[in-house]
Antibody, heavy 117, light 112 residues
Framework: EVQLVESGGGLVQPGGSLRLSCAAS????????MNWVRQAPGRGLVWVSR????????VYADSVKGRFTISRDNAKNTVYLQMNSLRVEDTAVYYC??????????WGLGTLVTVSS | DIVMTQTPLSSPVTLGQPASISCRSS???????????LSWLHQGPGQPPRLLIY???NRFSGVPDRFSGSGAGTDFTLKISRVEGEDVGVYYC?????????FGQGTKLEIK
């Protein structure tokens, strides 16, 4: 059974940092591209970032470019999202999702990030 | 970025009746490899999204055949042949042809 479990969310002040983790199991993680998608409370889905299976090729939404960094550890079956210079508008549930034909097939339950003073 | 526009934004439907959602992209979703990376996802209340359809019309594993996708270029449609109670929630179209991936605003399906 495919499982994606996010962790690392919480309350942080504007300008602060958080690192999210997503632990994967039940599929060949080292072959999979992985995504982070976020959803602000009561709002729609917004794609944040994607990382190739090789760990080198990454893509970001303009809204997070230069502040967020996606990475992965294939030995630990884990993908990360380092979030720096957080803003109030980054408040959202952050989901990790595996890539399937430039879409997203399996999703975790998400982790809530709240940026507030 | 490619803008995805869904209509309607809300759809009250009677159980057992069909439903249809449209999605239009601001530019063609035909990739240089010849494929069109348009997918549909469903988010039930309090749940993460799940993939229904990928590459316009391919049902993902375990998705009932009452769901079907069609379209080409910039215009796409998701159809549910007979709505069941578990189908309530929000439906999103998503394009993966060009980075960044982008989603439609979502269409809320509710039972009359």
């Amino acid at each position: 059974e495919v499982q994606l479990v996010e962790s690392g969310g919480g309350l942080v002040q504007p300008g602060g940092s958080l690192r999210l983790s997503c632990a994967a199991s039940g599929f060949s993680f080292s072959d999979a591209w992985m995504n982070w998608v976020r959803q602000a409370p009561g709002r729609g889905l917004v794609w944040v970032s994607r990382i190739h299976s090789n760990g080198r090729d990454t893509v970001y939404a303009d809204s997070v470019k230069g502040r967020f960094t996606i990475s992965r550890d294939n030995a630990k079956n884990t993908v990360y999202l380092q979030m720096n210079s957080l803003r109030v508008e980054d408040t959202a549930v952050y989901y990790c999702a595996s890539d399937w034909f430039y879409s997203t097939d399996y999703w975790g339950l998400g982790t809530l990030v709240t940026v507030s003073s | 970025d490619i803008v995805m526009t869904q209509t309607p934004l809300s759809s009250p439907v009677t159980l057992g009746q069909p439903a249809s959602i449209s999605c239009r992209s601001s530019q063609s979703l035909v990739h240089s490899d010849g494929n069109t990376y348009l997918s549909w996802l469903h988010q039930g209340p309090g749940q993460p999204p799940r993939l229904l359809i990928y590459k316009i019309s391919n049902r993902f594993s375990g998705v009932p055949d009452r769901f079907s996708g069609s379209g080409a270029g910039t215009d796409f449609t998701l159809k549910i042949s007979r709505v069941e109670g578990e189908d309530v929630g929000v439906y999103y179209c998503m394009q993966g042809t060009q980075a960044p991936y982008t989603f439609g605003q979502g269409t809320k399906l509710e039972i009359k």
